[in-house]
């Protein structure tokens, strides 16, 4: 990690959001160089003890969240008491302080009149606000729920399972995450062009009903009248597939380009068993459609070589090749890797309560730089240098706050 | 949709990849406004008639990609020969064009000389380059790899499936291809305070590691010193789960805050119940780590409530009690709430061959407007008006780079 100064320095953001979407927009727009002030209930909001916790849930009641250290690092965080007037107006004031490098709001708030977008902007016209929903109309919704609704669990997993499996990584949120930080971001530009500022509602719902439609998955169903067929673990609509080698290690080989398929036949010794076989099914193995509709085929043309060599070797062999593959590993493997210095992308992290911690700084490189990750936040650490700095309060004016219960400090 | 300004309206970005991430980065741009050209080798890149298909893989052999369609909506399509000195020039200039709105090129190009980052800085010093890759130095990594290589498909699927489950879902794809508009729009944001430009590297391996490491994943394996078990479709570390209603429907339940958890009792009629089985087992319902604990004996007292009831009878009982859920549907049922209407998200397209496809609008609603889709890519279509528009060129000097190859139009 280099000092440069990084792309968003000096702008300032306010985060009221809670859980994944929210709090990974607001991350990403941190490490970029944001100031992030995260504003929480005081004692936390509903996902500060959030699994996994350290002691694996069978620690101290106050255990850190490596969840919410994690979602939230590089933030600062301030405590408030959101349901005294009081509370609430230091809220409002934080979103709408006045700056040109000010004024952006990320929140995931549900029927608080007192925050509406309205209030709001009659503080502040130029505000940028992005809001984070379940469905449009405000209504709740979580990335499990809206996952089943655009049938994703229809079409994932062994062929044989009947019924619907759900995705363990909530992908739905990250995308949302990643949504909101290009939100920001785009309406800062128009801002800087316009003066005009911008209210972006943001649906977990929509999110994944345009993530399936973007991928051609709903016209495909539309145009087909009837649903995609699961198909295991083969990669859709070209051939990618697990195989197990010897030592019950597991690889799984993709090939989407005519070339990647010369470097696995090449590899696996099989060119000329596929040529043979191309003339006696009528296939043409450099059309990916041909590798799908044979797949199975395909597949248990090339199981022996994988079943007689253990991953090593295998993996050796398909790099000399050029093949394009992957191992499967537990996340065991990855920490080990981390620990043997493999993966710039990954920091380690000390929690407010002592415990070692494993996180990620941005996985983009600026100029080569993957910046810190940033520090890991413990709730109400910056109250009070936060209300000095971005409302100009006096010790005095914090101490009182602070001794009335609207606004209290790490340890209450 | 109204006539507003779309918030990145008069940025000009030149895209040069392929498949999902880059493309989806561009298109997130294109839809917020922004004027992307998508430059593909004539007859189309690896990508272009990526399934699923228009008459589902059994059609003409040009039949349109349901997916590259919608993936690259929006962005004006030039077809350039990149193999010729003459058309690697082209490209060159197209991403190096002078301008205050210019100078912006995202692409996924490997092992090109005549396209690194050096060559181009040295036209344009303030370029903004986003760069997707697999593995950070360059070598080729897809989704399905990555997400083998950080564990997910070992924690996902059924607890007595013994393999690893990969996902259906592109997911790293996806957050990759968002987290290219942010790159985009951060590296623009800097450039335009301090003029300098960036060259943001972005592989889908660290954008999975990063996704992991953020959950707190890698901690909890880390801190046990074992892996997480498979939880089949159970919410991890809270309660959630997927029911069966007696004529076949199914619901996914989630409870994650004490709120929801009081809703799911009362709906059910389950709350003396669980009260009585909070004080047999010495547990906390309000904690969600209890919850977790237990979601078998939970999951096995409601079951009988949904298996007694059918899906649209308990859909109205859970809506009553303000309970968390949501229903499993196949996409066949997603596109009929679409031709009723029903989201605002999606919308109709027509494609180049004339088929109909259903795609997407942004999930990002700007001052309530999701604004429109953007039509259906023809490759080469604007291969003329780009050449004129962006660089300068005259119609006798484009005719004459398609007669030598150069470029092609829409039919060669």
Redesign the interface.
Known sequence: MTDA?R??S??EITECAS??AGP?GG??LAQ?GADVVRIDPIGGG?DHR????????DGAADAD???????NKGKRSIAVDMRSDEGRELVVALATAPGENRGVLVDNVVGRRWMSNEVLVAQRPDLVHLRVQGY?DGS???D???????????????EA?G?????????WD??AG??V???V??????R???GRG??????LS??A????????????????????SR???H????F?V?F?CSDGG???V?A??PGQWSALCEATGTAEVFAALATALGADWAD??DR??HRETITAILKPWFASRDRAQAGAELDAARV????????????AE?RAGR????ADATLPGG??????????????DHGGAGAAPELGRETDEVLAARLGLSAAEISALRSRGVVAGPRG
């Open positions: 100064p792309p968003l000096g702008l859980f994944v990974t991350m990403t970029l509903s959030r699994w996994p916790l350290v002691g694996d849930g969240s490596y969840y919410w250290t994690s979602l449009p709740p919704a979580v499990y729920t809206v996952n089943a609704e655009i049938g994703i669990p229809g079409i994932t997993g062994p399972v019924s619907p499996v759900n995705h363990a990584l909530p992908a990250l995308v990643l949504t930080s290009t939100g971001l785009a309406a800062l530009y128009e800087s062009r316009s911008a209210y972006v509602e943001l649906a929509d999110i009903l345009a993530g399936v439609a973007n991928l051609g998955w709903l016209s495909e169903v539309a145009g087909r009248g009837s649903e995609r198909h295991g673990n990669v859709y609509g070209s990618g697990d197990a597991r690889v799984m993709v989407l380009t990916e459609a799908y509709r394009l593959w992957g191992k499967y590993q537990g996340m065991g493997e990855v920490v981390h993966h710039a992308v990954l415990a070692e911690a494993i996180t990620a700084r941005s996985p983009m490189r600026w100029n080569g």
